[in-house]
């Protein structure tokens, strides 16, 4: 063995110190070095994890916002579409109120024309049953049918009124034309066919088909006269209001004019 001396002893020992010493701050070193990468990736987990979030409420913003503008341009428009419903409902109740006016116009009108309507039937009426008696049937029924027309609810005012004038017309019509047709004269049970002659409102003559019996109303007695002497007269109006003459200067049978009553 080789003996140590004191000097050595100490000098080993500072020696092994110091290497104990590194060793344990080179430990120390390794151990922090992990400690600090821990941190740093929590650092960096957090940081990370933070900015997810953020760019989560920056997405949720931009939503938000788009939402927003979205609404907006909504309520705007349904703000324009409200303004215009609005002018429509104000429109469409003027027109309401304008049908209303109308409907109490028309029944206030329906008061005073029905009587005004039903007066003028009723004077067409007597007018017919105290005219020279031609085309008694059908005249009859037209009334008739106006009669019956303004009794319905479902025909308008206008057309009932329209119906009036039209019979009016015709009548009006009967005054100025020459006309020929066929129907009966005498009583029941001893009637016979004869061919009418109507010349206006002037004369109203008649003729049995076979030219044999020839008359005329008289309108002074009501009552028709038998008269031969205005057979061929007759004959050749029958023969113009057929269309197989030219008119011609006509003898017609002519009631004498009655002298006014003071």
Same mark, same amino acid.
């Given at each position: 063995?080789?003996?140590?001396?004191?000097?050595?002893?100490?000098?080993?020992?500072?020696?092994?110190l110091s290497f104990m010493t590194a060793g344990m701050i080179a430990n120390a070193g390794a151990q922090?070095?992990?400690?600090?990468?821990?941190?740093?990736?929590?650092?960096?987990?957090?940081?990370?994890?933070?900015?997810?979030?953020?760019?989560?409420?920056?997405?949720?913003?931009?939503?938000?916002?788009?939402?927003?503008?979205?609404?907006?341009?909504?309520?705007?428009?349904?703000?324009?579409?409200?303004?215009?419903?609005?002018?429509?409902?104000?429109?469409?109740?003027?027109?309401?109120?304008?049908?209303?006016?109308?409907?109490?116009?028309?029944?206030?009108?329906?008061?005073?024309?029905?009587?005004?309507?039903?007066?003028?039937?009723?004077?067409?009426?007597?007018?017919?049953?105290?005219?020279?008696?031609?085309?008694?049937?059908?005249?009859?029924?037209?009334?008739?049918?106006?009669?019956?027309?303004?009794?319905?609810?479902?025909?308008? @005012?206008?057309?009932? %009124?329209? /119906?009036? #004038? +039209?019979? &009016? !017309? @015709?009548?009006?019509? %009967?005054? /100025?034309? #020459? +006309?020929? &047709? !066929?129907?009966?004269?005498?009583?029941?049970?001893?009637?016979?066919?004869?061919?009418?002659?109507?010349?206006?409102?002037?004369?109203?003559?008649?003729?049995?088909?076979?030219?044999?019996?020839?008359?005329?109303?008289?309108?002074?007695?009501?009552?028709?006269?038998?008269?031969?002497?205005?057979?061929?007269?007759?004959?050749?109006?029958?023969?113009?209001?057929?269309?197989?003459?030219?008119?011609?200067?006509?003898?017609?049978?002519?009631?004498?004019?009655?002298?006014?009553?003071?």
């Open positions: 063995m080789i003996p140590f001396s004191a000097k050595c002893m100490r000098h080993l020992y500072a020696m092994i922090t070095l992990k400690t600090v990468a821990a941190e740093q990736r929590e650092v960096d987990a957090a940081a990370q994890s933070s900015q997810q979030q953020i760019n989560q409420t920056l997405d949720r913003k931009q939503d938000l916002a788009t939402k927003y503008v979205q609404l907006v341009a909504e309520t705007e428009s349904l703000t324009k579409y409200n303004e215009t419903l609005s002018k429509q409902v104000n429109s469409q109740q003027e027109e309401i109120a304008g049908i209303e006016q109308q409907l109490l116009d028309i029944e206030t009108t329906n008061r005073e024309v029905l009587p005004l309507m039903q007066k003028m039937v009723d004077t067409l009426e007597q007018f017919v049953a105290l005219d020279i008696p031609f085309l008694l049937e059908e005249r009859n029924r037209r009334v008739e049918t106006i009669k019956e027309l303004l009794q319905r609810s479902d025909v308008a @005012i206008s057309e009932k %009124y329209r /119906r009036i #004038l +039209e019979a &009016y !017309q @015709i009548e009006l019509e %009967y005054g /100025r034309t #020459l +006309e020929t &047709y !066929q129907g009966k004269i005498g009583v029941s049970g001893a009637e016979k066919t004869v061919e009418f002659v109507r010349l206006g409102r002037i004369s109203l003559m008649y003729q049995t088909l076979d030219g044999a019996e020839t008359g005329y109303w008289d309108e002074n007695q009501k009552a028709w006269v038998l008269d031969n002497s205005y057979a061929e007269a007759v004959k050749e109006a029958r023969r113009v209001a057929k269309g197989d003459g030219a008119p011609d200067l006509l003898t017609v049978p002519v009631p004498a004019p009655e002298e006014g009553k003071s």
